[in-house]
């Protein structure tokens, strides 16, 4: 069965320092990763997405995504954390495997920019 | 295109009563997710669905819980009765079919059962 973990409930960061918000998965195939955001009172915006190729994967609003094989993980990043940036961060991973569609989710990680 | 519409946004509804929950996707996606956000449970997919086909409903909690999809453009999620335990934000999804479609959400709609 395919799973997502988000080890870090909360992450805290300067504003100016780089950020990192770890993500592990499991699955049977091959992954498709997904990051999303959601500020308060919305709903999951979608960040950036693994599918194959390079490993090194960029996004929306600077954010950039690394999939590593042998670790199984797949750790959000940003150069340079922005206070506007403070928001709850997803993990989701779907098994190319599995014959279905079901995208699973890891619990969130909070992420806390602060000024 | 206005991304995926869900209504009611907040419904505080009491105990017994029946609570339908609306979505509408984006128009040419053919795939439509229910999820529930909890802070206890994180995301949990309820049902998804293919070409207004149900496909999985596996993470439905109980009998309580229906979902259809009369038309491309159109879901519901019912509950009934609703329970104090149902209380949560509901979110419906939708994406373009194919390995690389990642889902779009819509706001949410947060129900609340005294």
Same mark, same amino acid.
Do not use: A, D
């Given at each position: 069965a395919q799973s997502v973990a988000q080890p870090e409930d909360q992450v805290n960061v300067a504003e100016g320092n780089p950020l990192t918000v770890?993500?592990? $998965? !499991?699955? !049977?195939?091959?992954? $498709?990763?997904?990051w999303y955001v959601q500020y308060p009172n919305r709903g999951l915006q979608f960040l950036l997405k693994y599918i194959t190729g390079d490993n090194l994967v960029k996004g929306s609003y600077g954010f950039e995504a690394e999939f590593n094989k042998s670790q199984t993980s797949f750790h959000l990043k940003k150069p340079s954390a922005l206070v506007s940036d403070s928001a709850l961060y997803f993990c989701a991973v779907r098994d190319s495997a599995s014959g279905t569609y079901k995208y699973i989710f890891g619990t969130g990680t909070r992420l806390k920019v602060l000024a | 295109d206005a991304g995926v519409i869900q209504s009611p946004r907040h419904e505080v509804t009491e105990m017994?009563?029946?609570?339908?929950?609306?979505?509408?996707p984006i128009s040419g996606h053919d795939y439509l997710f229910w999820y529930r956000q909890t802070m206890m449970r994180g995301l949990e997919l309820l049902i998804y669905f293919n070409n207004n086909v149900p496909i999985d409903d596996s993470g439905m909690p109980e009998d309580r819980f229906s979902a259809k999809m009369p038309n491309a453009s159109f879901s519901t999620l019912k509950i009934q009765p609703s329970e104090p335990r149902d209380s949560a934000v509901y979110f419906c999804a939708s994406s373009l079919g194919g390995s690389t479609g990642e889902l779009f959400f819509g706001e949410g709609s947060r129900l609340t059962v005294l």
């Open positions: 770890k993500c592990t $998965y !499991s699955v !049977s195939g091959n992954p $498709y990763l997904f | 017994g009563q029946e609570v339908t929950l609306r979505c509408k």
